[in-house]
C-alpha cells in the first residue's frame, strides 16, 4: 500500500518574508515532507519593471532550504497577482489544472501563506482546499486584527500564525478569531539567516559610526503626498544633526524616487553633514550588521524593531503622530503598526510630544502590560465585529489612568460610535442619536 507524499508550499512575495520562512525551517518550525516548494509572488503595481525576490541580492544563499521555486506570476499570466481570484464556478477545473502543473497529483499539500486576508494568498488557498494553513507574519501587522471578515472555510484551516518576536510580551491579535496559535520564529535563527545574506559584520558601534534613515514610500500606499514624505525625510536628516551626527546613510525604498535622495543629500551638506545612499536592494537588517549604525531613524517601518530588540541599536521615530490622526479609514491596517512604533519607539526631535509615553518606563518606553492593553483596544475600535471579545480590555484601557496619553490613537467619533469612553455621550431616545450621529457626521465633513 502506497503512502501519499506530502509537499509543502511556502509563498512569499519579498525577500524578508523568505528569510522568516527559512529561519522557521531552519529551527524546526515545519515538519518533514517530501518536497517543498517555495511560491514567489511579484506582487509590485509593474511586475515587469520590479524584480521578484528570488533575483535579489543573496537569494541564492536561501535557495538550498527548498526543493523548487516557482512564479505564481507566471501560473497566472497575464493576470496581476494583487487583483484576481478565481470565480467560484472555475474552481473545480483550476484545481485539478493547479495539481498538474505543479506535478503534485494526489500529494497531502501544507500550506504556509502571508496577508490570507487578501489575494494572492487568498486565490492560493481557494485552489488547494484540502491544504491545513500556516500563515506567517514578517512585520508588525501581526500585531493587529484581521483586516477583512475571511470565509469560515479557509479561516478555519488556519492552525498558527508565525511572526517574529519583534516587541517581546506583546500577544499578535492576527487571526485569534479562529484560535490561531501565534507562535515565534527563534530570533536566533532569524539572525543566522540575515547573517548569510550580509558581507562582514562590523565589530562593534563606534561613536563615529553612521546614523541609518529608512525610507518607506508611504506616498505610493496614499498615506502621505509625495512632497509631505520628502518634508518627512528631511525632518530625519535636520534632527539627526541636531543630534550631531554627521555621517548620515539614506536606505530608500527601492521604488522611491531618486530626487528625494538628491534633496536630502543636498539639505545634509547644507547641514555641514555628509549623506550617503544605500542603492543595493538590500534588507535593512543586512545594514545593521554591515554598518553597525549608531541610530536608526524611520516612521513606522518594522525594521526599527528588528533593529531595536533584535540588534540592541537605538532606534528614533518621526512623524508618527501625524499620520495616526489622519490614517483613514479607522480600520486601516498600518493603524497597529504605527501604534506600536509610536508607543515603543522614543522620538527624534528634542521636545517633541510626537505620541505618548503611555506610563513610560525609565527608558521611555511602555510597560508590556499597558501595551497589549493599548493595542487591544486599537484592535477592538478597528474591528469590533470580528473580534468583539477585546471590548473588555478595550474600556478598561480607555478607563484606566494612562487613556489620556494615548487619546490620540482614537478618534474621538469612532468611541463615540462604539460608545465607548471618551466618546460623546449620547442620548437613548433613537431620533436624538440619529440627530447627534448626523452632527457628527456634519463635522467631520466640515474638517476635510
Not at 500529494?107 to 488547494?128: F, H, K, N, Y
Not at 516587541?167 to 491579535?173: F, M, R, S, Y
Not at 549608531?294 to 521615530?317: D, E, H, I, M, N
Request: hydrophobic share 45%; with cysteine.
Amino acid at each position: 500500500m502506497s503512502t501519499r507524499r506530502t509537499t509543502q508550499i511556502f509563498c512569499a512575495s519579498t525577500l524578508y518574508g523568505a528569510v522568516t520562512i527559512a529561519a522557521a525551517l531552519d529551527s524546526g518550525g515545519f515538519g518533514p515532507a517530501d518536497r517543498r516548494i517555495l511560491l514567489v509572488t511579484n506582487n509590485a503595481a509593474v511586475p515587469e519593471t520590479t524584480p521578484p525576490l528570488d533575483r535579489a541580492e543573496g537569494f541564492e544563499r536561501l535557495r538550498g532550504r527548498f526543493d523548487s521555486v516557482l512564479s505564481w506570476n507566471e501560473t497566472i499570466s497575464p493576470l496581476h497577482p494583487g487583483g484576481w481570484t478565481p470565480r467560484a464556478s472555475d474552481l473545480p477545473l483550476l484545481q485539478r489544472h493547479l495539481r498538474r502543473i505543479w506535478d503534485l497529483g494526489d500529494d497531502r499539500v501544507e500550506l504556509a501563506l502571508e496577508s490570507i486576508q487578501v489575494t494572492p494568498a487568498l486565490a492560493i488557498a481557494q485552489l488547494l482546499p484540502d491544504a491545513p494553513i500556516t500563515v506567517y507574519a514578517d512585520g508588525l501587522m501581526s500585531y493587529g486584527p484581521t483586516r477583512n471578515k475571511i470565509d469560515p472555510l479557509i479561516g478555519g484551516r488556519v492552525d498558527r500564525l508565525l511572526h517574529l518576536d519583534l516587541v517581546p510580551g506583546l500577544a499578535p491579535l492576527l487571526l485569534g478569531e479562529f484560535g490561531a496559535v501565534p507562535e515565534a520564529v527563534p530570533t536566533e535563527a532569524f539572525l543566522t539567516c540575515v547573517a548569510e545574506l550580509a558581507g562582514p559584520a562590523a565589530t562593534a558601534a563606534s561613536e563615529d559610526g553612521p546614523v541609518l534613515l529608512l525610507g518607506q514610500y508611504l506616498a505610493a500606499l496614499d498615506l502621505l503626498t509625495v512632497a509631505e514624505e520628502e518634508a518627512l525625510h528631511l525632518r530625519m536628516v535636520r534632527g539627526a544633526v541636531a543630534r550631531g551626527h554627521r555621517r548620515l546613510v539614506f536606505k530608500p525604498h527601492p521604488t522611491a524616487p531618486d530626487t528625494w535622495s538628491k534633496a536630502l543629500a543636498r539639505e545634509a551638506a547644507a547641514l555641514g553633514a555628509e549623506l550617503t545612499v544605500e542603492d543595493r536592494p538590500v534588507l535593512a537588517e543586512v545594514l545593521y550588521r554591515e554598518l553597525r549604525p549608531v541610530l536608526v531613524v524611520g516612521c513606522f517601518s518594522t525594521a526599527l524593531l528588528t533593529a531595536r530588540t533584535f540588534y540592541g541599536l537605538p532606534v528614533a521615530r518621526v512623524g508618527t503622530r501625524g499620520l495616526l490622526e489622519r490614517l483613514s479609514p479607522f480600520q486601516n491596517s498600518n493603524r497597529i503598526p504605527l501604534t506600536v512604533v509610536d508607543a515603543v519607539v522614543p522620538p527624534l526631535e528634542a521636545g517633541d510630544d510626537d505620541g505618548a509615553d503611555c506610563g513610560a518606563e525609565d527608558d521611555g518606553t511602555i510597560a508590556t502590560g499597558r501595551l497589549n492593553d493599548l493595542v487591544a483596544a486599537v484592535g477592538f475600535a478597528m474591528q469590533p465585529k470580528i473580534r468583539p471579545e477585546l471590548r473588555e480590555s478595550a474600556v478598561r484601557h480607555l478607563s484606566g489612568p494612562f487613556a489620556e496619553r494615548t487619546r490620540h490613537h482614537f478618534t474621538r467619533r469612532r468611541l463615540t460610535v462604539l460608545n465607548l469612553p471618551g466618546g460623546i455621550p449620547l442620548p437613548r431616545h433613537p431620533r436624538v442619536r440619529r440627530l447627534a450621529r448626523r452632527a457628527l457626521r456634519l463635522r467631520k465633513a466640515l474638517k476635510r
